[in-house]
């Protein structure tokens, strides 16, 4: 069963037990393993952006191969599991017809101040109460190699305990509560124009952390199911 909640203005349903393929892959690049499986389910992301469109020009090949062709969208999610479980990314995302194009991993540890300079609302005033361990943060391409792509935001803020990052969920995921904010596109990767929207959000404990994830479109078309 999934569950619903608010997201910046946005009432968002997430499907399932919470497991799926896109933040396995991009939890395993950004944490070493560390953070395991989660989900990005809910709506279609902004629109196609013409501009993003040059900046990922690896992304015209046609050189993506299906290696399950004829499979359901369930069946690669499950098989992409199985790689990114393995540490194999590149597999991992193969599995979903896509490949990676771009990658940028802030990490950050033992930095209570980059937690408050990254977050806003609520979310920043609980973290200014409860200060941060650990923050993670990291922003992935990925394309099919006929120029459409799509952007995976990963962020993970550590705690002292699994009690505190409750409570942080609690706080992150209240509309209007603020955020810790993705790295942008337009300065990490290039992508003008390209913004995380919030609508293809997912959030899964950690340990003593909260992983948050979100995806959302790029150029061309990505269908709603995938994102």
């Not at 279609?44 to 690896?58: F, H, K, M, R, Y």
């Not at 191969?65 to 995302?93: C, F, H, I, M, Y």
Request: aromatic share 4%.
């Amino acid at each position: 069963m999934g569950r619903w909640i608010t997201k910046n203005g946005q009432h968002i349903y997430i499907r399932g037990s919470g497991k799926g393929v896109a933040v396995a892959v991009a939890g395993l690049m950004l944490f070493g393993g560390v953070a395991g499986t989660g989900a990005l389910g809910g709506a279609e992301g902004g629109a196609a952006v013409d501009a993003a469109a040059d900046s990922l020009a690896g992304n015209t090949a046609g050189d993506v191969v299906d290696s399950l062709p004829g499979r359901s969208l369930k069946a690669r999610t499950k098989s992409g599991q199985e790689s990114a479980r393995k540490g194999d990314a590149k597999n991992a995302w193969s599995r979903l017809k896509f490949k990676e194009l771009e990658r940028k991993v802030e990490r950050k540890l033992e930095r209570e101040a980059d937690c408050l300079v990254a977050a806003s609302g609520r979310v920043r005033e609980f973290l200014a109460k409860t200060p941060c361990t650990s923050l993670g943060r990291m922003l992935l391409a990925v394309g099919d190699g006929h120029g459409n792509a799509a952007v995976v935001s990963v962020v993970r803020v550590g705690f002292k305990t699994k009690a505190q990052a409750g409570k942080f969920r609690q706080v992150e995921t209240v509309q209007g509560s603020g955020d810790v904010r993705p790295l942008e596109a337009a300065v990490t990767l290039g992508l003008a124009g390209v913004r995380m929207t919030g609508l293809n959000y997912s959030d899964r404990p950690d340990g003593t952390g909260l992983v948050v994830a979100e995806a959302d479109q790029a150029t061309g078309h990505v269908p709603r199911e995938t994102l």
